[in-house]
């Protein structure tokens, strides 16, 4: 709107007053920033994947031998050509569905035993010296004698990879169950709610993002031990391909299913990080979770 002049006297028009979270001209909105957050984290990833892969280039030219260090296109092109002839999908779903098995049971498993233990003092004393004496000890160690009493097939992988998933989840959910607030439970049962609605309605929404943490680390615990398990007692899967191409001196092929482990690793950790952002909203806004 135009100035208007009354008796010589110049009157500016008023102002309209800005309205609250409206993006103000000039200024990026928040929708902006999370998209250039988002561009930025892109390119660092970009960047050190960049750097990595002129390090291993350089590396593979100075030791001038494919079979013992193959250079980053030699490994792509053996990555491709595993896509192409389908052998990558059967090993990737054979290793998959063992995971699948090996970590629902530690699930339901380790969080059982968990419950156990942090609701009843004479359960920990009892079982907690097993835990601590067996949790050190290595999945790995166990593959000689499994290889005894399983033989080589699917049970041996199986239980490797059930036997590095379980301690995390039981010891992560005995903390989670501990470390619920006493009063809320002692206010429960004053207003005569029942134990089974206490556990259902007090203490497993506390201990749910303790859980949630330690369903990721016996996940990945899980899944590294899995290539050490089809490495010797497995007929297929990730790390048969592994072994089996490491014997033919096909390096190149060995590396490309090395990529797809890690791969499948990040993405599975991924997985159960956005669940445990949807399930425990509460924990994120308080920052106790990563």
Known sequence: MAAQQDNGLTVQPARTAAQPGAATPGWPTSADQRIWTALGAVF?????????????????RWVG???????????????????ADGEIFDNVTASLSRLGVSFGLAIVLGVSLG??????????????PMVELLRPIS?????????FILGVGEALPTAIMFYGAFFPIVINTVVGVQAVNPGLVQAARVLGVSQRAIVRHVIWPAALPNILVGARLGAGAGWMAMVAAELIGAPSGLGFAIEWYRELLMT??????????????????????????????WAQAGGGLT
């Open 44 to 60: 660092i990833y970009l960047r050190s994947m960049a750097v990595f892969l002129v390090i291993w280039h350089l590396g593979s």
């Open 139 to 147: 999945g790995i160690a166990w593959i000689p004698l499994g290889m």
């Open 65 to 83: 031998n494919a079979i013992l260090l193959p250079s980053p296109i030699d490994s792509a092109e053996a990555l491709v050509e595993l896509f």
């Open 115 to 128: 419950f156990a233990m942090g609701m009843n003092r004479t359960i920990y004393a009892m079982v907690d």
């Open 252 to 281: 190149p092929k060995v590396l490309a299913f090395v990529f797809i482990i890690g791969l499948l690793g990040y993405l599975l950790d991924r997985l159960l990080r956005g669940l445990q952002r949807r399930l425990t909203p």
